[in-house]
């Protein structure tokens, strides 16, 4: 494939080579990769294990700087900088004897979606990316044409910290007006996976188009459900339902027609993995299957997926396809149900709340989870985390313009919203328990077959939301937390430290917000 227009002259390039050649290429020329037991293809992204979204930067041009939120999410990058680290990238991709290039889709809709070209130096990130997007038929491969998006991945090559803007030796650098994204000292494939997200959420929104940081499924009955969540809520898990059909596990859309998947596969989180807990994940690793930063015996290859000690971020990418009851194409109808998932590792939310429009509007500007205390350095009790959206780290546009748009959908298609904690009842981390992953999945199953919807309700005095007082299959004292707490006092204090934790995170919000969004928080006059 001649790849000159982009400056790049190397001896052997490979355009869109199927998985059983990356494997070949990876196991010959990649000694951080290694086949297991499963028939995966294991790899290791180097120092960097997850996203480094400080050293993220968007060009600021005329044509969309009036649109992006900008801040500590969108950091400016002028022009200059950025075609110095293209051309930093351009170099160092030239001194390469082989490159991938990978052309697919973003998008199952083909009236929205985008072409886009990886060109890549490791065999494992060209997978990586074939699992990921969409993957074209040989005729549409052979009519690709340009591309509308360009990653130009040299992650193995560091960013010069002396140059403008820089603040480590890493650099993720999008400019729309381009078209091009360039990767500079980060191996982790999930930056590529994000990349071409942000890009959708920019241009989807222009097109009135709701772009969504959710996995989604789709019931016998035609019925599609959206799960919100930050990662280790439980979105993956609990999309991937085998009495479901799954329409993706982490980005959609949602149109004037109904959602549909943006990307070709799925990027599953393996840590403490079991065919017992999540069987159609387990089944799904196999040959084509990515397994990033995992722990393998060196003489069986056996994995084993509890050990985290490159990482708590181990992941799996393979195609859709390989969840056994995925619907393809990748779209849906109009969603029945949302559900907003948060581990609350406070022990105070309820395992499942119903939320009126004006309540699903503040969770989802919110974007509330927790992290466990001891996780990470310094952190020695539980720590509220808040993502507006639930997924503020890839939104380009300001919150509210996602927000409104979600809301409207809300009303005209009469969508039931639901809050439900996969996290702890019975008190905090370090005193309680996580909920059992059985009881959650009774509650989704009760929320899918309507049994939920009809069920008498508590309203929360503090939080306002309402509260079933039962559901088949849940122990009914679980749904009411303050009553699992060994001293209701105690729940008191935590739920009041929660609410006010909630109220100062939403205040840089409150402008911009309707008196009755506003007003859909936690009541802090009855604390």
Known sequence: MDLTAYGLHVPQVLHNPSPAVLYEEAIRFD????????????????????????????????????????????????????LINRERAIDYLNTRAR??????????????RLKVRVICERPYHALFMHNLLIRPSTEELIHFGEPDYVILNAGRFPANRYTSHMTSQTSVDLSFERREMVILGTEYAGEMKKGIFTVMNYLMPLKGVL?????????????????????????????????????????????DEGIFNIEGGCYAK?????????????????????????????????????????????RAAYPIEFIDNAKIPCRGGHPSNILFLTYDAFGVLPPVARLTPEQAMYHFISGYTAKVAGTEVGVTEP????????????????????????????????????????????GP????????????RALVDAIHNGTLAQVPTEVDERFGFA????????????????????????????????????????????AGCTQEVAAAGPCLARM
């Open 383 to 426: 720590q509220a985390t808040f993502s507006a959206c639930f997924g503020a780290a890839f939104l380009v546009w300001h919150p509210f313009k996602y927000a409104e748009m979600l809301a409207e959908r809300i009303r005209r298609h009469g969508t039931q919203v639901w809050l439900v904690n996969t996290g702890l009842t019975g």
């Open 211 to 255: 772009s969504m940081h959710c996995a989604a499924n789709e019931g016998p009955r035609g019925d599609v459900t959206l799960f919100f969540g930050l990662s280790g809520t439980g979105k993956t898990t609990l999309s991937a339902d085998p009495q479901r059909r799954l329409i993706g596990d982490d980005e959609h859309c949602w149109t």
């Open 31 to 82: 000694p951080q990769a290694a086949l297991v037991s499963s028939g995966a293809l294991a790899c290791t992204s180097g120092r960097k294990t997850g996203r480094s979204p400080a050293d993220k930067r968007i060009v600021e041009h005329p044509e969309s700087q009036d649109h992006i939120w900008w801040g500590p999410i969108n950091i400016p990058l002028d022009e200059h900088t950025f």
């Open 99 to 112: 490159l991938y290039v990978v052309d697919g889709f973003a998008g199952w809709d083909p009236k929205y």
């Open 467 to 510: 509260v079933p007082v039962r559901c088949p299959g849940v122990p009914e004292v679980l749904l009411q937390p303050r009553n699992t707490w060994e001293s209701p006092e105690a729940y008191d204090e935590m739920a009041n430290r929660l609410a006010r934790l909630f109220a100062q995170n939403f205040e840089k919000y409150r």
């Open 270 to 314: 393996v840590i403490h993995l079991s065919p017992e807990h999540e069987p159609q994940i387990y089944r799904a690793i196999r040959f084509g299957t990515v397994l990033e930063n995992v722990v393998f015996d060196p003489q069986t290859r056996q994995v084993d997926y509890a050990d985290a000690s490159i990482t708590e971020n181990t």
């Open 429 to 440: 981390y370090g005193q309680g328990r996580r909920i059992p992953l059985a009881y959650t």
